[in-house]
């Protein structure tokens, strides 16, 4: 089996997630924007009927519901993702500060799903309805809480970039990653 190929693969889809991810959760909130700015006819009337202001609450509870989901989703994807790279780099008998980065990565996932997302969960949906619910005090501390789930994402993914170009650059091993072949003669036997 090909151990480097596989954990290219794995820490590959990790990044990309990870790419995914980021434009989803900047997006959908400017979406809200975006259709508030430039509604159609249809969707207009109806803004008319529950106002600019609670229609902009309405449809940004929407989107953090959607982005809650979308990343508790993603988080348990990481948790997988981490679990089989690290059991495919202990199998590809990887140096170990090598195997370090994918363990710290999967330890980082973990405390983003279990330490940090419950908390961002909890403090956003009671700002859910609030207006400038950054002035706040969940607000400030749901941002603190969204500071480091946000920069341990950077740091998770400049982690699974270097994993890659290792993989990617360095030499094999003929122990590691080559067959053996015992050269076979074939012996002549002269009278």
């Known amino acids: 089996m090909h151990h480097r ?3 290219a693969f794995l820490v590959g889809a990790w ?4 790419v995914c991810m980021f434009f989803v959760a900047t997006q959908n909130f400017r ?6 700015d430039m509604p159609t006819s249809a969707a207009t009337q109806r803004i008319d009927v529950l ?3 609670e229609a902009r609450l309405l449809l940004r509870y929407q989107v953090s519901e959607l982005n809650r989901f979308f990343f508790s989703a993603w988080e348990r994807v990481q948790l997988v993702l981490g679990a089989l790279l690290v059991l495919v780099s202990l199998r590809g008998s990887q140096k170990l500060y090598i195997l370090a980065i994918p363990v710290v990565m999967l330890l980082m996932a973990a405390a983003e799903h279990w330490l940090l997302s419950p908390e961002i969960n909890r403090l956003g949906a009671l700002m859910d309805f ?3 619910a950054r002035e706040t005090e969940e607000g400030k501390v749901f941002w603190r809480y969204h500071q480091a789930y946000s920069t341990m994402e950077v740091v998770k993914f400049l ?4 994993f890659a170009g290792y993989l990617l650059t ?22």
């Open 170 to 191: 360095r030499r094999r091993s003929r122990s590691l990653f080559r067959k053996q072949v015992k050269p076979q003669v074939d012996v002549i036997h002269n009278p």
């Open 31 to 36: 979406g809200v924007e975006r259709l508030l």
């Open 159 to 162: 982690l699974g970039a270097t």
């Open 5 to 7: 190929r596989l954990a």
């Open 15 to 18: 990044l990309l997630g990870s």
């Open 51 to 53: 106002g600019h202001d």
């Open 130 to 132: 609030v207006p400038n």
